[in-house]
Structures are given as structure tokens and as C-alpha cells.
């Protein structure tokens, strides 16, 4: 497949960065991953706000053609190149250039965007439901970098590793005080009392575009919702529980440890809220 990569559209076996990037040494950049159908980005606008938002955080200084716009066009012609305009998940990849710790040689944004084509069944509702555990080897932080899809994702790769380990199809990353973030790569919601809760972003959890859009949008089914801590005793008795992010959208927690879920209100928003996404 072509990635784009710095103004050129080239084989993915071609694109390398520098054994000096920083972004290799010490993470230092960003991703975006999006979803593609038929042509278009879905939630743009929050990709694009959050992605602007956290190059201001890491100091990035962008140049004047360095917009939402140029971003989109490219996304788009790649999506044709590829052939993926129908249905796709893009990942963006901003990262700095080489240097050492204390001299960063140019602080521009470098741009790597890949596609893959997805399957339809990415926007079914999963009726088997997801299996998941919680990580305990390490812990997020509750610090000014926390909400942002920084390159340095080694926590949650770990956990992925041991969800795998498990047979498990997610786990819980707990932050600092014991309490839950998020997932490996997603956002936790509960129902507790017909009310929606998730973790503030004041906890650690990644600032997810779909966690943002089911706040701004529940209300609209006559849901409530609130962001508040979570315990594991809390999600323990909750009634449904599910995971967010912008490819599924939301997945249904079936079972944590011995406690079994419902899906009567996750039902009804992928129904009316995530499926008028998709088309």
C-alpha cells in the first residue's frame, strides 16, 4: 500500500524515518486514528480540534499550510490511492525530527498517514459481547500530558500484551490513584442509576473524540450522563458497561470478572447515535 510521508505519496516498504528521529528515541509526537466512509471523516471537526490542540501542548510550531484542510485533502488521496475510499481507518502519525534530549533540530511537524480498509462489521453492534480485566503493572498518570495520544504508548502496549496473555479482549489501565483511566484503546463508560458515567479527563484518560461526542449527544436520547471517578468496586456494580473509541464506535462490556452486564441502553445508542454516524 502508499502511505504519505512528508508531501510524497510512496510504498509503505519505503518509508523510513532517521535512526535519529526523536519520535523513535523518546516518543516524542503524536497519532490520530480515524474513520473513512465513503470519503469522508468521520467527526472531523473533534479530530481536527484535538489534533491542533495537542500540537500546541507539545510545542510543535506548525507552518501557515499546516491545516485541518491540508490534513483532510491528503487523508482523502491517499484513501483513493489505496482504494479505501468506502470504508477505511486512517492513522496520522506527527513527529519531530532528529535530535538529541536538549537539541531538537527543527521543532515543524514531520506527516505520516496510513489506511486500511475496514470491514462492515465494524459497525455492528457486538451482540456476543467483550470479556475484560484490568492491568495492574503500571499505572497512568494524572499529569498535563495524560489526555493526549502522545507516540510514547508503551503502558498501553503492555497491557495490550497481557490481554492477549488473558484471552481477554481488553483491559482496564488504572491511573495513579487505583482508579480506571481507560482501556488499552479505548474509553470506559458505565450505566450506574440510568445515568451514563465516565472517568473525567482529570483522571488520565485519553481524550477520545467518540467519548466526547456520546457527552454531547446522550442527552439528546433522554440519558443522562455525568463524569465522575470509577472505582473497580464502582464498575463491579454498575448495570452495563462499555468501551469507546472513533473506529467501533462502542463495544459492549458482557462480563468483568465474575459480574455479567446487560446491553439494553448501549443497544439504543449504537442504534440512534452511532449508526447515523456510518452512513
Known amino acids: 500500500m502508499l502511505v504519505y510521508l512528508n508531501d510524497k505519496f510512496i510504498n509503505e516498504n519505503k518509508a523510513t524515518v532517521s535512526v535519529n528521529n526523536r519520535s523513535f528515541r523518546?516518543?516524542?509526537?503524536?497519532?490520530e486514528t480515524i474513520k473513512l466512509i465513503n470519503g469522508s471523516v468521520v467527526l472531523a471537526h473533534m479530530h481536527m480540534e484535538r489534533l491542533f490542540s495537542t500540537l500546541q501542548a507539545l510545542q510543535f510550531e506548525c507552518p501557515s499550510f499546516f491545516k485541518a484542510e491540508y490534513l483532510l485533502n491528503k487523508i482523502a488521496e491517499l484513501a483513493a490511492k489505496n482504494e479505501h475510499q468506502s470504508m477505511a481507518r486512517i492513522r496520522l502519525t506527527i513527529f519531530r525530527g532528529d535530535g538529541g534530549l536538549y537539541d531538537t533540530q527543527s521543532m515543524w511537524p514531520n506527516l505520516l498517514i496510513q489506511s486500511w480498509p475496514l470491514n462492515e462489521e465494524t459497525n455492528h453492534f457486538n451482540e456476543n459481547g467483550l470479556v475484560i480485566d484490568v492491568f495492574e503493572k503500571g499505572h497512568k498518570a494524572c499529569d498535563a500530558f495524560?489526555?493526549?495520544?502522545?507516540?510514547?504508548?508503551?503502558l498501553y502496549a503492555m497491557a495490550a500484551m497481557y490481554a492477549k496473555q488473558q484471552h481477554c479482549n481488553d483491559v482496564l489501565v488504572l491511573n495513579q490513584f487505583g482508579r480506571i483511566a481507560d482501556a488499552t484503546?479505548?474509553?470506559?463508560?458505565?450505566?450506574?442509576?440510568?445515568?451514563?458515567?465516565?472517568?473525567?479527563?482529570?483522571?488520565?484518560?485519553v481524550n477520545g473524540v467518540m467519548r466526547r461526542y456520546l457527552l454531547e449527544n446522550v442527552a439528546s436520547l433522554g440519558i443522562a450522563s455525568k463524569e465522575e471517578p470509577i472505582t473497580i468496586d464502582r464498575l463491579l456494580h454498575a448495570d452495563e458497561v462499555f468501551l469507546t473509541n472513533a473506529i467501533y464506535g462502542a463495544k459492549w462490556v458482557k462480563?468483568?470478572?465474575?459480574?455479567?452486564?446487560?446491553?439494553?441502553?448501549?443497544?439504543?445508542?449504537?442504534?440512534?447515535?452511532?449508526?447515523?454516524?456510518?452512513?
Open 26 to 31: 523518546y516518543g516524542d509526537g503524536c497519532f
Open 146 to 154: 495524560a489526555n493526549l495520544k502522545s507516540n510514547n504508548y508503551l
Open 185 to 205: 484503546i479505548a474509553n470506559v463508560f458505565l450505566l450506574e442509576n440510568e445515568t451514563l458515567i465516565t472517568p473525567p479527563l482529570s483522571e488520565g484518560p
Open 255 to 279: 462480563q468483568f470478572g465474575n459480574r455479567l452486564y446487560a446491553n439494553k441502553t448501549i443497544s439504543t445508542i449504537h442504534q440512534q447515535l452511532l449508526l447515523p454516524l456510518w452512513k
